[in-house]
């Protein structure tokens, strides 16, 4: 975990520069790379494992400052993550700093900025609310809109004249247009529905956005396969009168299911408009004339899209996704128009977050290898890639030491196949029986990958794992049925989650898999998880002890009910009996009176996403079963660990316990 970690990568809008942070052992800066040498460097000075986030990277137009959120996001409370409990204020806020370098200046408290494209002044949200505050001066910040609901996705128009916003409501949202001349406020074809991404036509004159129907929702974590299709209107800014452009068909696809990109829809030349769906059971992208009409599969296959931006003349899209490639990620480009995608990268590295420079000629994006750990990427026309940071990973960073994981299918319980990857100790043997550990990801929308990871918890995940191998522990990382890239029943897999828990049927058959190699000591099989992976370490302990030997639980879900009002403020199991009895029957904490195994729990107490009450709960019940229990418990920390020291602490408590509680192999030294 030595190496600088990349994210947030951006494309300036002129002058063909990227941008991103790199977060070195917890001290994260923003990072610029400019032609033609493309030598990054850190534009920011912060030196300190501090925990404070940088996010929400934003250009200003001529690309000689960049705006960018410090801090993390307030919990119910109204408190910002505090990982040192520090006794002094900490905050969410918005930043700017030169590109040149120099002391960054603080623009005011807020988060999600939207840089005007006269470069005059950044808007950005502060409690719900719409502020802005010029970048010519140092003048206060001032909120513009006072409006009921809570703002979000802010979206200046083509020339700077218009803010438009979403407005959420509870149970539905509108599209708003901020008039900055005129000072009024217009709702575009406003409608008892939730509706969201807003996009400018190139003109200016119509919004496109997505209309999801109201009571569409189902619970989460439960399988949500149909359900009633949502739609994409487009309104005329001048009247706010909208129309429907597209509707998605009954069955397949009804649900929305969105890629990672700064905004779902996006308006193409040729009066297009790109858009994710699902209708064959894939995540692909299409696009339909914004006058309406049939809608065009731009990527047709068995693969699923992730990663997606336009390129700067609006007629070529640059993405991520498995095609050809189930288990890793590449880069290709596809026409709005249409036509065959075409392959940017290949081979066995894995690429991620595509960007084209301002100029059209170069991409920029992430890469990572099985031993090489993620580092920013540029590929300027039919030149071969080149590192924007060259020597960012440190020189002794242990990459002759890992192994390559090697891909793996099994069978569950039930008989699905699982997708896995199988990391193998240096100097096994013929005969010999090494400790066997597996591991099990959060989300659950998520996949691990033959290599480094595209997300930061990850990245550190899939370091432990090779750390563990190089302990000398089999290890099994699972792709466990409702994550990603499998397809869309593989994700909305039946009876998964709360209503259900089938994925036990996948980590027993992950168990039994390991159980039946020769290399692996049946007697000294270990789990690990964090989130939903913890969830899935407590149901094998609590149902499977006599398969699973220990575990540790990183801030693991244990008690569905609870986990679904953090999510659903307004669910009440008492109001929904039949779906309460299943979700607490698909819990960990129902089958406490089965654990045997031993448990190391670690979590944060200002955990935003898993209670902290849930681990409290476990911890109590198991006791009284006289189950061994050690803890590892971290003040003010939240979900994803904001302190370099924190995630090493926890993964060397994980190691020690594992060391303790299942044995080890060989030793093998090196930086973490």
Do not use: C
């Not at 099985?370 to 924007?388: D, E, V, Y």
């Amino acid at each position: 975990m030595s190496a600088p970690f990349p994210d947030e990568l951006v494309a300036a809008p002129a002058a063909g520069a990227v941008a991103w942070v790199f977060n070195a052992r917890g001290a994260r800066n923003v990072w610029v790379a400019t032609p033609p040498d493309y030598a990054g460097k850190a534009v920011t000075p912060y030196g300190e494992d501090d925990g404070q986030e940088i996010t929400d990277l934003r250009w200003t137009p001529e690309a000689r400052a960049i705006v960018f959120v410090r801090g993390g996001g307030p919990n119910e409370q109204g408190e910002y993550p505090n990982p040192h409990s520090l006794v002094a204020a900490v905050e969410q806020a918005v930043w700017v700093v030169s590109t040149a370098g120099g002391v960054p200046r603080r623009i005011g408290e807020g988060h999600a900025p939207a840089v005007s494209p006269q470069g005059d002044r950044v808007a950005f949200v502060r409690r719900g609310q719409v502020w802005w505050s010029s970048l010519a001066d140092t003048g206060a910040a001032e909120q513009v809109i006072h409006a009921r609901g809570s703002a979000r996705s802010l979206r200046w128009s083509p020339d700077g004249t218009r803010l438009a916003f979403v407005s959420g409501r509870h149970d539905h949202a509108f599209v708003a247009v901020y008039d900055v001349a005129a000072k009024t406020l217009r709702f575009l074809d406003p409608s008892v529905d939730s509706d969201a991404e807003p996009a400018w036509s190139p003109d200016g004159r119509r919004i496109a956005f997505l209309r999801n129907p109201a009571g569409a929702d189902g619970l989460p974590f439960t399988p949500q396969r149909t359900g009633q299709p949502w739609s994409i209107r487009v309104a005329d800014v001048a009247t706010g009168a909208g129309r429907q452009v597209w509707a998605a068909d009954t069955g397949r696809g009804s649900v929305f299911r969105e890629v990672v990109a700064d905004n779902q829809i996006h308006w193409g030349a040729a009066d297009r408009i790109v858009f994710p769906w699902e209708k064959d059971g894939w995540t692909h992208l299409y696009a339909v004339p914004a006058q309406g009409g049939q809608p065009t599969l731009l990527t047709p296959g068995a693969f699923e899209v992730e990663h997606v931006s336009p390129g700067p003349d609006r007629a070529t899209l640059v993405f991520s996704s498995n095609q050809d490639d189930i288990e890793r990620r590449h880069i290709w480009k596809v026409a709005v128009a249409g036509g065959p995608a075409t392959a940017v990268t290949r081979g066995t590295d894995l690429e991620w977050t595509p960007v084209m420079t301002s100029e059209g000629r170069g991409i920029a994006f992430i890469r990572a290898g099985t031993r090489t750990p993620p580092r920013p990427m540029i590929q300027l026309g039919a030149a071969a890639p080149r590192p924007l940071a060259p020597g960012a990973i440190p020189p002794d960073f242990p990459e002759s030491g890992l192994v390559d994981p090697q891909p793996v299918l099994f069978s569950a319980a039930d008989g699905m196949t699982i997708h896995g990857q199988l990391f193998l100790p240096r100097g096994l043997k013929q005969g010999e029986r090494r400790p066997a550990v597996i591991f099990f990801h959060g989300g659950s929308r998520r996949q691990m990958l033959l290599g480094w990871h595209y997300f930061y918890y990850y990245r550190n995940a899939y370091a432990l794992n090779q750390y563990l191998t190089s302990r000398g522990y089999v290890v099994l990382s699972v792709n466990y049925r409702s994550g990603i890239a499998y397809g869309l029943e593989f994700r909305e897999a039946l009876h998964y989650g709360a209503q259900g828990a089938s994925e036990f049927h996948d980590v027993l058959g992950a168990g039994l898999y390991l159980r039946g190699r020769p290399d692996v000591d049946p007697k000294r099989i270990g789990l690990w998880g964090g989130s939903y992976g913890g969830f899935l370490t407590a149901l094998g302990l609590a149902r499977a002890s006599d398969l699973f030997a220990a575990g540790v639980d990183l801030h693991g879900v244990h008690d569905w009910n609870i986990e679904i009002q953090n999510w659903v403020p307004t669910y009440d199991p008492a109001k929904q009996s039949d779906a309460a009895k299943l979700a607490y029957e698909s819990s960990p904490i129902a089958y406490v009176q089965d654990w045997r195994s031993p448990v190391l729990l670690i979590h944060g107490d200002d955990d935003r996403n898993v209670q902290f009450s849930q681990t409290v709960q476990l911890a109590a019940a198991l006791r009284t079963q006289g189950v061994a229990v050690e803890q590892l418990i971290f003040p003010d920390d939240i979900h994803d660990f904001l302190t370099h020291a924190h995630w090493v602490a926890a993964y060397e408590a994980a190691a020690a316990f594992f060391q303790r509680r299942l044995g080890g192999g060989t030793t093998a030294t090196g930086r973490r």
